[in-house]
């Protein structure tokens, strides 16, 4: 499973084990997660950009939010943007695809780009 970039595609997990509000880890270089709003998935990286901590322990929020636990820095699932201080830097998005009830990810290998910190250029992540 290559597509154009050379990354392989990842098995997640199963579509239905992230629930609505919450997210699956993976403990892969960097660590990445898989969270689901609403009907939608999106993978981000895992670790907030403000202090080393776990998204995946966070509050997915409406709108596609995620918040951290920490110190509640909050960024966009879809461009991976800091929506709120203390965070500034934004976080990686990564390609996500459902097959056969699968969830696959594509986990990029560049740093985020500097637009990315208003949520130009990133990749959504889709159901």
């Known amino acids: 499973m290559n597509g154009d970039s050379g990354q392989p595609w990842i098995r997640a997990c199963r579509a239905d084990e992230v ?5 699956v880890r993976l403990d892969t270089t960097p660590p990445v997660s898989v969270f ?3 009907d939608e ?9 403000h202090e080393t901590f776990s998204l995946a322990d966070g509050w997915v929020e409406e709108g596609a939010v995620v918040e951290c636990p920490l110190h509640l ?21 990564h390609e996500v ?6 969830v696959y990810v594509r986990i990029a290998r ?3 780009a500097a637009a990315g910190a208003t949520g130009e250029g990133a990749r959504d992540g889709v159901a």
């Open 19 to 23: 629930q609505d509000g919450q997210a």
């Open 36 to 38: 689901r709003s609403g």
């Open 73 to 93: 820095a909050k960024f966009c699932l879809r461009t991976g943007a800091a929506l709120t201080t203390p965070a500034f830097r934004p976080l990686r998005t």
């Open 97 to 102: 695809r459902v097959e056969g009830g699968d």
């Open 110 to 112: 560049q740093p985020p």
């Open 41 to 49: 998935l999106f993978c981000v990286d895992d670790t907030c950009t």
